[in-house]
């Protein structure tokens, strides 16, 4: 047997339905950092408290919310660049594949045709 009408109370409209906005508001931006791929695969939290405080002479409480997540950083990103110098002035280009040209490029080796004919 329950010692209070608390059953008769909806989490929804707990502090005029802000309860409810606040914790799908925190869930939203921990599943929307899941869905972005610059992230870590580290798990998300949502922790959601209620501080409950009681008057002075214990005929009333105070209800406040506390919503606070913890989202995944940024995922650690590295790139190769090249360096040369030309004319006297250093020339920066980022690669993935050292052996693909870039644009502008020429190939200095004679073009190899099918057949083994130039």
């Known amino acids: 047997m329950s010692k209070s009408n ?11 339905g802000q309860f409810r906005r606040q914790v799908l ?17 580290k798990a998300r939290t949502v922790t959601a408290k209620l501080i ?8 009333a409480v105070q209800i406040k ?3 606070t ?8 990103a590295s790139s190769i660049f090249y360096l040369a110098r030309r004319g006297g002035v250093l020339q920066v280009g980022e690669s993935v594949d050292p052996n693909q040209l870039t644009i502008g490029e020429s190939i200095d080796a004679p073009t190899q045709f099918p057949g083994g004919k130039r």
């Open 65 to 67: 919310t506390d919503i």
């Open 25 to 41: 508001a925190a869930l939203e931006e921990a599943l929307i950092n899941c869905e972005d791929p610059c992230t870590t695969e």
């Open 52 to 59: 409950v405080t009681p008057s002075p002479d214990r005929r």
């Open 6 to 16: 608390i059953t008769d109370l909806s989490l929804d409209d707990l502090c005029g």
């Open 69 to 76: 997540s913890k989202l995944a950083g940024q995922a650690a």
